[in-house]
């Protein structure tokens, strides 16, 4: 295998959220006799790092960061991009767009591309160091050569930071259909453990537990819903620094006995293959993989009128988009949809066939195959 392009992806870790899962099917579906896939991550471990490490092909790295201002890593990394002699480097989240695309700067690293996975607005969230590398990560983004969002809203916002529209580019996730496949005794332990009444039905949503994500106006939409549906469980899939004042927040509402709080789980498709319908009411989302996962599955899905959502969510449809904050109208669209299960049931089915005919897998993959082989193309030719 000659004159294979070495791609270098960095990424800040190997947990297990949206742009890991999107990573790994990437490197999984290049094509291998073309191109030399080598993941770079700054923090050892992580619950996906095993998976990574199967993926035939390809090679993982770990450069742990120690500590937030570890500067030496640059040096680290600068040594790193000469002795494998990337032709192509895309990292992913922040601070890893930092500790990478400098040192690919400065060792003129043929073909840099930055990645979008969210909008202006989320990127607001965090403390004063993650701002910092922000910022930073902002400036160098200018001088890369393609910024691809995975969301025309993210698209957007790539623009309004003052990156010029013609090297920007929207690169939708791709959902690989046949491994959406569920195991029967998992979803019933779900279901069990939900204590479910005959005849209830699930509402889950899957998310990290934090600010942005309004797990809060979930719950208090739940409260709303529990006086006119009280058969009705809620399962939330997820954890992080709120856990607990959201778990308080259910006992205040008065509907703790019918929240579960999974925490985070191996086995998504599973869980999920156990809600009736599936919720995400964040302040701002890129293009959503929970949503693309519950829509795989064929589930109708009620999320909030922002961002990515709308380009996954055909309102009146494929499920229904509310207003953000308003908890009333996210209330009323779950109990319309609860009380009405052959909409629910065609919404579900549109649901699938819009993942199945929009964001295949395969379409993901060749339109980066084609970006890394076309750039490099030009780049040679000028």
Same mark, same amino acid.
């Given at each position: 295998?000659?004159?294979?392009?070495?791609?270098?992806f960095?990424?800040?870790?190997?947990?297990?959220? @949206?742009?890991?899962?999107?990573?790994?099917?990437?490197?999984?579906?290049?094509?291998?006799?073309?191109?030399?896939p080598?993941?770079l991550?700054?923090?050892?471990?992580?619950?996906?790092?095993?998976?990574?490490?199967?993926?035939? &092909?390809?090679?993982?790295?770990?450069? $742990?960061r120690?500590?937030?201002?570890?500067? =030496?890593?640059?040096?680290?990394?600068?040594?790193?991009l000469?002795k494998?002699?990337?032709?192509?480097?895309?990292?992913?989240?922040?601070?890893?767009?930092f500790?990478?695309?400098?040192?690919?700067?400065l060792?003129?690293?043929?073909?840099?591309?930055?990645t979008?996975?969210?909008?202006?607005?989320?990127?607001?969230?965090?403390?004063?160091?993650?701002?910092?590398?922000?910022?930073?990560?902002?400036?160098?983004?200018r001088?890369?050569?393609?910024?691809?969002?995975n969301?025309?809203?993210?698209r $957007?916002?790539?623009?309004?930071?003052?990156?010029?529209?013609?090297?920007?580019?929207?690169?939708?996730?791709?959902?690989?259909?046949?491994?959406?496949?569920?195991d029967?005794?998992?979803?019933?332990?779900?279901?069990?453990?939900?204590?479910?009444?005959?005849?209830? *039905?699930?509402v889950?949503?899957?998310?990290?537990?934090?600010?942005?994500?309004?797990?809060?106006?979930?719950?208090?939409?739940?409260?709303?819903?529990?006086?006119?549906?009280p058969?009705?469980?809620?399962?939330?899939?997820?954890d992080?620094?709120?856990?607990s004042?959201?778990?308080? =927040?259910?006992?205040?509402?008065?509907?703790?006995?019918?929240?579960?709080?999974?925490?985070?789980?191996?086995?998504?498709?599973?869980?999920?293959?156990?809600?009736?319908?599936?919720?995400?009411?964040?302040?701002?989302?890129?293009?959503?993989?929970?949503?693309?996962?519950?829509?795989?599955?064929?589930?109708?899905?009620?999320?909030?009128?922002? &961002?990515?959502?709308?380009?996954?969510?055909?309102?009146g449809?494929?499920?229904?988009?509310?207003?953000?904050?308003?908890?009333?109208a =996210?209330? @009323?669209?779950?109990?319309?949809?609860?009380?009405?299960?052959?909409m629910?049931?065609?919404m579900?089915q549109?649901?699938?066939?819009?993942?199945?005919?929009q964001?295949?897998?395969?379409r993901?993959?060749?339109?980066?195959?084609?970006?890394?082989?076309?750039?490099? *193309?030009q780049? *040679?030719?000028?």
């Amino acid at each position: 295998m000659k004159n294979r392009t070495t791609l270098l992806f960095a990424i800040t870790d190997l947990e297990m959220h @949206g742009a890991q899962h999107q990573l790994m099917e990437l490197i999984k579906g290049l094509d291998k006799e073309r191109f030399r896939p080598i993941v770079l991550t700054f923090k050892p471990g992580g619950p996906m790092e095993r998976e990574y490490k199967k993926i035939p &092909g390809s090679r993982l790295i770990s450069l $742990e960061r120690k500590g937030k201002y570890d500067f =030496l890593l640059l040096f680290r990394v600068f040594n790193l991009l000469r002795k494998m002699k990337v032709d192509v480097i895309q990292p992913f989240l922040t601070p890893a767009t930092f500790f990478s695309l400098l040192p690919a700067l400065l060792c003129h690293t043929p073909v840099k591309i930055v990645t979008e996975r969210n909008s202006l607005k989320a990127r607001t969230n965090g403390g004063f160091g993650y701002h910092l590398y922000l910022k930073a990560e902002e400036f160098l983004s200018r001088f890369s050569d393609w910024a691809v969002a995975n969301s025309e809203a993210g698209r $957007e916002c790539l623009i309004e930071r003052g990156i010029e529209s013609s090297r920007t580019r929207t690169i939708h996730n791709g959902i690989n259909i046949d491994s959406y496949k569920w195991d029967s005794q998992t979803v019933e332990q779900v279901r069990q453990r939900l204590a479910l009444p005959s005849g209830g *039905k699930v509402v889950g949503m899957v998310a990290r537990m934090f600010s942005s994500k309004r797990y809060d106006n979930f719950l208090k939409a739940a409260a709303i819903v529990n006086k006119t549906l009280p058969d009705t469980r809620y399962a939330l899939l997820g954890d992080g620094p709120l856990r607990s004042e959201l778990e308080n =927040l259910g006992h205040e509402l008065g509907i703790a006995s019918k929240v579960t709080f999974f925490g985070e789980q191996l086995d998504t498709i599973s869980h999920v293959a156990a809600f009736d319908i599936f919720a995400l009411i964040s302040e701002t989302e890129g293009l959503s993989l929970s949503i693309c996962e519950a829509m795989a599955l064929g589930k109708p899905v009620v999320a909030t009128d922002v &961002g990515g959502n709308r380009e996954l969510v055909e309102n009146g449809k494929t499920g229904f988009l509310v207003p953000r904050e308003d908890i009333e109208a =996210l209330a @009323g669209a779950i109990v319309r949809l609860l009380q009405n299960p052959e909409m629910a049931y065609d919404m579900g089915q549109k649901a699938r066939e819009k993942i199945v005919n929009q964001f295949g897998l395969e379409r993901y993959i060749n339109e980066y195959q084609n970006l890394y082989e076309d750039t490099l *193309k030009q780049l *040679k030719e000028s």
